[in-house]
């Protein structure tokens, strides 16, 4: 005992002496912030009256408050006020009436991949998670050509940060195409064709973060041709399912229409923001396989790599999202909860489009705003014209160019098309 003593004793004065310097941290650099979050950080902090968060892809009310979905506040107070609720560990995998009803949320009842058992659904840490161990599952056990992820350019920035984490190399291909404000559909579609075989393309299932620029289904079908010529591996990010036309369905159209044709694939499924679920972290990675036995096999997998990140997910919100899923009274209210997210992000695209071309005549064509669909909106200015909106109007958007529509409302829309106005022209 004395002996030990003496040796803490002993540590503690190199430590004190500076004699010990591993643990000093000194060659550590410095990372920079996030892009995004930072935002919201210097939104808060900023005390001008006027100022505008158009940063953060999160839903807000017209008076400019998150908004919890009414269908929200009803299945809590049935969770809460249920007396069989424990805090029991879920399943490694997560609450499996939650998985396979998330699965037919975004595949249908009725796909071939559902209804012959191909599916294996995994809870994940929102969408972010399903990226992460989707990439990691790949990492291990895709036959690549190389470890290689092409993205679309640009997309959202945290996938270039997810997929180098696992070992997994990210390459970019054409998808926005700045002369139309459009989709680069010609150049995308050859960088799919010279892509070597079985290379796996990240995808976004619909409204497009950061453009809001879709494929029309047309494209999509050629896109899927594609894939299947080369033997490509599809990585689907759902995101904003329902966001996008306010019809869970229809958001869903490209990822069923990939099923039905056999193109290999998985989907990363996110219920932050159609449920308003930002913090509760709900998501899930949904796999298909070939049979029910492969499937079977990547469930043990992804049940491996799961329990050592994280053992057990959360079960508050997937319990949330379960219950509004498989109750049809609750279901229907949510349909209703989206329409009216999506019916006001429509309403601001076309208010804002209305003051840029017809009362402010903003140099330029606008149209674009109209035609971009979802959470965001690239509206095509420059980074300086983004830089000098941030610090002289105080409205945070990345500098990209993207806005958050669901951070405009009746209030601010005129400052910001007016400021958005004076920075085209150079007046700001
Ligand atoms: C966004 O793109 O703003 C959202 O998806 C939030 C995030 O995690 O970046």
Known sequence: MAARLTQVKNHLQSIMSGTITAEKWDEVPLAPPDAIFKLTAAYKADTYPQKVNLGVGAYRDDDNKPWVLPVVKKATEILVNDPALDHEYLPITGLPEYTSAAARLIFGADSPAVTEDRITSVQTISGTGANHLGALFLSR???????????????????????????????????YDPKTIGLAFEPYLDALKSAPPRSVFLIHACAHNPTGVDPTREQWSKIADVMLEKGHFVFFDSAYQGFASGDLDNDAWAVREFVRRDVP?????????????????????????????????????LSVLARSEISNPPAHGARLVSLILNTPELFEAWKEDIRTMAGRIIE????????????????????????????????????????????????????????????????NIRYFAESLDKAVRGML
């Not at 109209?370 to 983004?386: A, D, H, R, Y």
């Open 141 to 175: 056990f895709y036959h690549w050509n190389g470890k290689r992820v092409y993205v679309s350019d640009p997309t959202w920035v945290n996938h270039h940060q997810i997929f180098p984490l696992v070992g997994v190399e990210v390459s970019t291909y054409p998808y």
């Open 265 to 301: 694939l998985l989907v990363c499924q996110s219920f932050a923001k159609n449920a308003g679920l930002y913090g509760e972290r709900v998501g899930a990675l949904h796999v298909v396989s070939p049979s029910k036995e492969s499937a079977t096999r990547v469930k043990s997998q």
């Open 348 to 411: 601001m695209r076309k208010e804002l489009h209305r003051l840029l071309s017809e009362e402010l005549k903003t140099p330029g064509n606008w149209d674009h705003i109209l035609n971009q669909i979802g959470m965001f909106s690239f509206t095509g200015i420059n980074p300086s014209q983004s830089q000098a909106i941030v610090e002289k109007a105080h409205i945070y958007l990345t500098q990209n160019g993207r806005i958050s529509m669901a951070g405009l409302n009746s209030h």
